[in-house]
């Protein structure tokens, strides 16, 4: 008997095994095995897996098929003792599955991937995100600038078309006002008869006068 259990081990080591997911047959086969040999007997149940070996049958029962372990969904009390123990353990699988009664730490070890994948795209389209309203915010932003850059020009322009009154000179003094009209006047030896009382008066004399009240 024990010869025959060597040689069956000594069959599994060196037959090939599938890297591949175990199809829903497997698992039925698998799980018909084991509860026909039991739990311990790995060696005789491989030997009816074709393609798989003792550690591929082993795992599939202990972390997917057993009816103790839950593949019910993951509770947020649950998430959140997994974030606090990896905290405090980093990935040792084994040592946080302790707090796990009815998870193992493949289990585990997958459900903390899955959030860290999951994690990590939601931060990639936030980011993605960000990119595209600063990208847009920058266009927006330069197309504002060039509009006021032009609304300036306009002004301007309109400015220049208010035409500029000209500069208006200071107003002569009284004197030169009398020297310039004087110029243009006749000669101030002649005289000018007054109608009414025919008195003669100077004409320059009377301007200077007019204009200074004397």
């Not at 060196?14 to 175990?22: E, L, V």
């Not at 550690?55 to 009390?77: F, G």
């Not at 500069?167 to 110029?183: A, L």
């Not at 000018?192 to 004397?214: A, K, P, Q, V």
């Amino acid at each position: 008997m024990q010869a025959a259990q060597m040689e069956i081990s000594f069959q599994q080591k060196m037959k090939g095994h599938q890297k591949s997911k175990f199809s829903q047959e497997e698992d039925q086969k698998l799980a018909s095995l084991v509860n026909q040999f039991g739990e311990n007997s790995w060696n005789v149940i491989a030997s009816f897996m074709d393609g798989r070996n003792i550690r591929q049958c082993r795992e599939r029962w202990r972390h997917h098929l057993s009816p103790s372990v839950s593949n019910a969904p993951w509770s947020t009390l649950e998430d959140y003792i997994l974030d606090q123990k990896y905290a405090e353990y980093g990935p040792q699988w084994k040592r946080i599955a302790e707090f796990f009664p009815n998870r193992t730490y493949i289990n585990i070890k997958n459900r903390f991937l899955l959030k860290q994948r999951h994690i990590e795209r939601i931060s990639s389209q936030m980011a993605e995100i960000s990119s595209e309203f600063l990208a847009l915010k920058y266009v927006e932003t330069k197309a504002l600038n060039n509009r006021m850059k032009s609304n300036k020009i306009n002004i301007n322009n309109e400015y220049q078309k208010i035409p500029v009154k000209k500069s208006i000179s200071i107003p002569e003094s009284p004197k030169e006002i009398v020297e310039k009209e004087c110029e243009q006047l006749i000669d101030p030896a002649e005289y000018i008869f007054n109608e009414g009382d025919m008195t003669l008066y100077d004409f320059e004399d009377d301007y200077y006068r007019l204009i200074y009240g004397e």
